[in-house]
């Protein structure tokens, strides 16, 4: 059972790492570790309060780009309607885009789900995967810094995808089940080396979180009314900690990505990694 000043701390760090591509699991599995709180990182409830607070982030998600949603919602119950994805029907092609790119995640996330929920007690482990997120984001940042363009959001460039490339982020999204490694970075990674600019794939990134984390939230936030709903009211002050905090990193990034680059986390990446297995092993 995790205290309504750890719910706090970890809420506010889950909506902030969330967003930004420093891993939000690997925070909040390494910093409960470093601070050595007697917390089950791998218990059922544990894992549901994770939830509740990555169901907040995708919420104030979902109110940041409603315009959008509702454009591809509609896109999409057009398409089933007219048995097509029409050439020039930019948010039906962009629906379907995001459903291939969250079928990876989604079936290795449930096939795999025990095994996943085990490795956040491995505080170890998820230290080195963090080091290793910082030059993934590097290298993909050098290999597309040769000869890349930006340009403005523009949801066309996102439909303009192919099929190949949305289960090529989809895959790199799926890295992102293990603690350590980024959803972010490793969907704005496969943005990237797809072409996008950084604009574009930040924005696709954020895009393809909602469905994912909505999808996460339906299965596991039921787990918090067992045992008589014990931990709920952490829980729920995590979640609103977190959707604060997301709300100011989204501001902050979709402007960030639309001169800067991913340099900056892989840094910080190779830097908090190494500094926590230093610390672990002592």
């Given at each position: 059972m995790i205290t309504y000043?750890q ?6 760090l889950?909506g ?5 591509p420093?891993s939000s699991?690997g925070?909040t599995?390494?910093?409960?570790a470093?601070?050595?709180w007697?917390v089950?990182r ?6 549901a ?5 990555h ?7 979902l109110?940041f780009f409603w315009?959008d949603w509702l454009?591809?919602?509609g896109?999409?119950l057009?398409?089933l ?8 029907d930019?948010?039906?092609k962009?629906?379907?885009l995001?459903i ?9 996330g ?6 996943l ?5 491995a ?7 963090l080091?290793?997120?910082g030059?993934m984001?590097?290298v993909?940042?050098v290999?597309?810094s040769r000869?890349?363009?930006e340009g403005a959001?523009?949801?066309?460039k996102?439909a303009?995808?192919?099929w190949i ?9 799926c890295f992102a089940?293990?603690?350590?490694f980024?959803?972010t ?5 496969g943005?990237?080396a797809?072409?996008?600019s950084?604009e574009n794939?930040?924005r696709y990134?954020?895009l393809?979180?909602t469905p994912?984390i909505?999808?996460?939230a339906?299965?596991?936030?039921p ?5 008589g709903?014990?931990g ?9 900690c ?8 989204i501001?902050?990034l979709?402007k960030y ?6 340099k900056p986390?892989?840094y910080?990446?190779i830097?908090?990694g190494a ?6 092993a002592l």
């Amino acid at each position: 059972m995790i205290t309504y000043f750890q719910a706090i701390v970890l809420g506010l760090l889950q909506g902030f790492a969330e967003l930004f591509p420093i891993s939000s699991l690997g925070q909040t599995v390494l910093i409960p570790a470093l601070l050595g709180w007697p917390v089950d990182r791998s218990s059922v409830a544990f894992v549901a309060f994770l939830v509740l607070t990555h169901l907040a982030t995708a919420l104030v998600l979902l109110g940041f780009f409603w315009r959008d949603w509702l454009g591809i919602i509609g896109g999409v119950l057009r398409s089933l309607k007219q048995h097509e994805i029409r050439a020039d029907d930019t948010y039906a092609k962009l629906g379907w885009l995001l459903i291939v790119s969250t079928i990876p995640a989604g079936l290795l996330g449930l096939l795999f789900e025990e095994r996943l929920k085990q490795l956040f007690a491995a505080a170890t482990l998820v230290a080195a995967v963090l080091v290793l997120n910082g030059p993934m984001l590097y290298v993909v940042e050098v290999l597309r810094s040769r000869g890349a363009t930006e340009g403005a959001h523009d949801d066309g460039k996102l439909a303009a995808l192919s099929w190949i490339q949305a289960v090529i982020i989809g895959i790199t999204q799926c890295f992102a089940l293990i603690p350590g490694f980024s959803r972010t970075g490793l969907t704005m990674s496969g943005g990237l080396a797809c072409g996008l600019s950084h604009e574009n794939a930040v924005r696709y990134s954020f895009l393809l979180a909602t469905p994912i984390i909505l999808a996460a939230a339906v299965l596991k936030v039921p787990d918090l009314f067992t045992n008589g709903g014990a931990g709920l009211g952490q829980a729920v002050v995590g979640a609103l900690c977190a959707g604060g905090t997301a709300f100011l990193s989204i501001r902050f990034l979709l402007k960030y990505f639309e001169t800067d680059t991913l340099k900056p986390f892989a840094y910080y990446c190779i830097g908090a990694g190494a500094a926590a297995l230093l610390y672990l092993a002592l």
